[in-house]
């Protein structure tokens, strides 16, 4: 898991999967490489974002990446915090 404090660097991303979802809403699967003090890790996410815009398209699925990025490792920063709390931790370490 990344912490959140570690706040990693998008490194690299491969688009998988792209189609139109609707007049001028691209849907593209990507695949990420996250760089951070704990080493690499690899990401699959769904991004939805527009045909046109500014930049190229990879440029809006980078800002894209990084906001659902963010919003994930809080989330999973948010549900550990929550399992420590309640003592889960340990016992899902025990495991």
């Given at each position: 898991?990344?912490?959140?404090?570690a706040?990693?660097?998008?490194?690299?991303?491969?688009?998988r999967?792209?189609?139109?979802i609707?007049?001028?809403?691209?849907?593209?699967?990507?695949?990420?490489?996250?760089?951070?003090g704990?080493?690499?890790?690899?990401?699959?996410?769904?991004?939805?974002?527009?045909?046109?815009?500014?930049?190229?398209?990879r440029?809006?699925?980078?800002?894209?990446?990084r906001l659902?990025?963010?919003?994930?490792?809080?989330m999973?920063?948010?549900?550990?915090?929550?399992?420590?709390?309640s003592?889960?931790?340990?016992r899902a370490?025990?495991?």
């Amino acid at each position: 898991m990344l912490r959140l404090d570690a706040s990693p660097e998008l490194a690299d991303l491969e688009i998988r999967r792209l189609r139109q979802i609707g007049p001028g809403l691209l849907e593209v699967d990507v695949s990420v490489l996250l760089k951070s003090g704990d080493g690499l890790q690899a990401r699959n996410l769904t991004l939805a974002v527009p045909e046109e815009g500014g930049g190229t398209l990879r440029d809006r699925l980078r800002i894209e990446a990084r906001l659902m990025l963010g919003a994930a490792i809080r989330m999973e920063n948010f549900c550990f915090q929550a399992m420590t709390a309640s003592g889960g931790a340990s016992r899902a370490s025990a495991a």
